[in-house]
Structure formats: C-alpha cells, structure tokens
C-alpha cells in the first residue's frame, strides 16, 4: 500500500529536510520579533463558508465531511480563518500590534501538479493591529529575509508586489458590482494560467475584457506601492522587489498590499503569497471585534524544489542533512562490552551524538559503520583496558588514553569545533 495521492511519506532523510526548512523559519520569525502560535487541524466548515462565496476555490478545495457527531468539520486548508477566529476570541489579552507565526500542515483537494500537493507544510506570519505601510513593509522584509536564509539571491527569486484596492477603485471605475469584481479578479488571478478565450467568456457578464484588465495592469500604479517601496529600500531590499498589478491572490479576503514570490525563471508555482486583509476579523466575529491584518503563507513544497535548483541552497541543505555523530564506540573486545557500554553512556550524559553497535561485529565493520554514520570520533575499547583509542577519524590521528580522561576531552574537542 502507498499514501494517499498528493500525501508524503517522511522518511528519515525527508525529515531531515523538513527540519532544515523550518529550523530556518523559526529562526528568521524570531530573529523578527515574532512569537509561534498554533490553531486545530479541523474546524467548522463554517469558518471557511462565511467570507466566501459558494464556488469559491478554497471551498471547492477542502477536505471536508460530517464527523460522528454530525456536525460539518473540514482539515485546515490555510491558517488564515482560524488565526482570525483565535484572535477575534483573546485579542485583549494581547498587545498590538500581535506578531504572530506558525508552522503548520494544511490540507487541500488540488489538482495533481509540481509543487502543489495535498498535504503541505506552510509557515505563516501575521502582524494583526497595525494598519500602515510600515507592517506592509516588515512582512515583506521578513518574507525576503527567510529566503535569503535559504541561500536564495536577488537573481534565484522575486517579491512581485500588487494592491488590490488599486484593483477595486478601477473596477468600481468600469462599473463592477461586488459579483463582477469578483468574477474579473479571478480572472485576473488566471491570466497567466487559462487561455484568454476561457477567461472572456468567464468576463462576458462584466463588460469587461481581459485586453481591459491586462491595460490596467500595464497602466501600473506607482502611488499604491511607494510607502511600502520606501520602507524597504531603507532596509536596501528594493532589488527582490517588482510592482506587478498581475498579482490579485486567490483568496477572497484581501483589501490592501498583497505579493506573491516566485523563482526568477518562472518555472515554478508561487513559493509564498500573502497580503493585507483589514475586514477578516471584524467579518468572521460578526463586528465584534475589528482589528486590521497583514501576512503570508510559504510552503515547503514549491521550496523544496528551488532548493533543489539552486547550487547555494543545495549545497547549503546538504551540509544541514550531514550526519552528526560525535562517537562512535568500537567493541574490539566482546568482554569488555559492559565497559564500553559505560563509556557510551557518559559520552551522551556530556551532550555528544554516541553510537556503538547492538551486537558483536568484526572491528573493520564497526569502523565502516563510524564511517557510514560521520562520526567525528571512534573510540576503541578493547584488551588494553582501562587504556581506549581513541582516533579522530577524518584526520586518522589516534591517542591512547584512561577512560576516565576520554569524555570531557571529546567535550572540550567539540566545544572547539
Ligand atoms: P496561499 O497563496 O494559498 O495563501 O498559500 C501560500 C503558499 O502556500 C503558496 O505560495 C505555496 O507555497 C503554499 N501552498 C498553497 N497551496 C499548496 C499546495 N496545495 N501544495 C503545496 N504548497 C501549497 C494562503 O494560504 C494565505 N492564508 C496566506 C496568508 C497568511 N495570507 C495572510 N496571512
């Protein structure tokens, strides 16, 4: 039997990957100022039923069912509703504005494609009660930022930058009720995607045309982006960044700034997207509590495989994934096995990476098996005890020495390392 389509299986060198991936966005979330929350994976359907339209995407997408209690519960598809749910719930008992991130997994029924699956790792940061272009400016810093520390350049990726209420105040302009700005950003949302024959006929009820949208877009609109502009290039991050007005987002619940990031040669789908969403909250708890928002998802999928791509990053990953075993304990006598066992267990009391073999092997195998796991050190235990080897195995120097000198010396040589 295998999983499921469009689910993974981690297998330990997968895990390691997936570890590298989100030991780097913790760092660069806290390096930022921002704390790590955490919402369930299933939730009332409801939650996503009620700012959006029936059809919408998101709601096609879930994975949703009657649980044996009969209630309407769907997994997570995006971190977005339930941080808004959570928030409308506690937000007194924080100070604004919340810097908020998370590392969580989202389902969603996609279509089979590269770098869309259907179980997906997705880091999330949200700063909630601050309205101004400066909180646009630092969710986008941040965004650029955990790139970089992937080992990713100006030349691997780029921010493309948009504002929706550029969009509303222009279809609004032609004439576009709630339902036919609606229809128009997603079809804007496809332009890049769908044949524009498909996409007229999608506009027909508009009076709009994509020759109509795709002038907007070439129009630009230079003032909608200059705060956000100035406020990074202080930080001299202007270079990953493109106004695009291509970029409208998916999702429905967006009112400001969105941005979108993709590898520089187009060959993948976007690695993060996001923007600012002012009505979210104040909509999902019915008025009650009216707070504005901006943030961003980043999956692991699409990530992955730009690392892949990248020799920096690659190689940057690679040695993240080497193995790390400070030890490795060679029984060369099987009678001096509780001895060894011992030794084993001092060594990982200090804190270093020991292993040993679970039964008697032949001392050339045991030094493939030190070599095989990266070991730093064998220490070798044997006839001449209380005397060890111990033999630093990527230079093959060796020292005879007592026992009891052994551990705090590997101590002291990976405290130096
Ligand atoms: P999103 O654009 O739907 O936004 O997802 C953000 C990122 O999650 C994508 O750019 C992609 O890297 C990853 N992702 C999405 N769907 C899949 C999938 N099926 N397989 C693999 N990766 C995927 C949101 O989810 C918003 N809630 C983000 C946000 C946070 N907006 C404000 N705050």
Not at 362 to 379: P, S, T, V
Request: aromatic letters at 8%; charged letters at 25%.
């Amino acid at each position: 039997m295998q999983a499921l389509p469009g689910f993974r299986d981690f297998y330990p060198e997968d895990c390691a990957r997936r570890n590298h991936i989100v030991a780097i966005w913790r760092g660069v979330a806290k390096r930022y100022g921002f704390v790590e929350f955490d919402g369930p994976v299933l939730e009332s359907t409801d939650l996503y039923r009620k700012k959006n339209e029936e059809g919408a995407e998101i709601l096609e997408q879930l994975y949703s069912f009657a649980d044996r209690g009969g209630r309407e519960v769907a997994l997570r598809p995006e971190m977005t509703p339930t941080l808004a749910r959570m928030v409308a719930a506690r937000e007194k008992h924080y100070r604004k504005p919340m810097k908020w991130f998370c590392v969580s997994n989202f389902f969603r029924h996609e279509r089979q494609q590269k770098g869309r699956l259907r179980e997906f790792l997705q880091f999330n940061a949200d700063i909630i009660g601050e309205s101004s272009s400066q909180a646009d400016a630092e969710t986008i810093a941040l965004a650029i930022d955990l790139m970089r520390a992937f080992g990713f350049t100006a030349e691997n990726f780029v921010v493309r930058l948009s504002d929706r209420k550029a969009w509303m105040d222009f279809l609004s302009s032609r004439g576009c009720d709630e339902s036919a700005s609606r229809i128009a950003l997603a079809c804007a949302d496809k332009l890049e995607r769908e044949p524009e024959e498909k996409l007229n006929a999608k506009l027909a009820s508009t009076e709009l045309t994509v020759a109509d949208l795709k002038a907007f877009i070439a129009g630009g609109s230079p003032e909608a982006f200059a705060p956000v502009l100035e406020a990074l290039a202080a930080r001299g991050l202007t270079g990953f960044v493109q106004p695009d007005l291509s970029i409208v987002r998916g999702l429905a619940y967006y009112t400001g700034v969105v941005f979108e990031i993709f590898d520089r040669s187009k060959n993948l789908r976007a690695l993060a997207g996001g923007g600012r969403y002012d009505g979210l909250i104040k909509g999902l708890s019915d008025g009650s509590v009216d707070l504005p928002a901006i943030g961003f998802g980043m999956g692991d999928v699409v990530l992955g495989h730009l690392i892949d791509e990248t020799p920096a990053a690659a190689a940057q990953l690679q040695s993240a994934l080497a193995a790390s075993c400070d030890a490795y304990v060679i029984i060369a006598d099987e009678s001096k096995r509780t001895e060894a066992l011992h030794i084993v267990q001092s060594c990982r009391e200090l804190g270093l990476a020991t292993d040993f073999p679970l039964k008697s092997a032949k001392i050339g195998k045991q030094f493939q098996e030190a070599e095989h796991l990266g070991a730093h050190h064998a220490i070798v235990v044997g006839q001449e005890w209380p005397l060890v080897k111990l033999k630093h195995l990527p230079t093959r120097t060796e020292e005879a020495l007592d026992h009891s000198a052994l551990a705090s010396k590997l101590k002291a040589y990976k405290l130096n390392s």
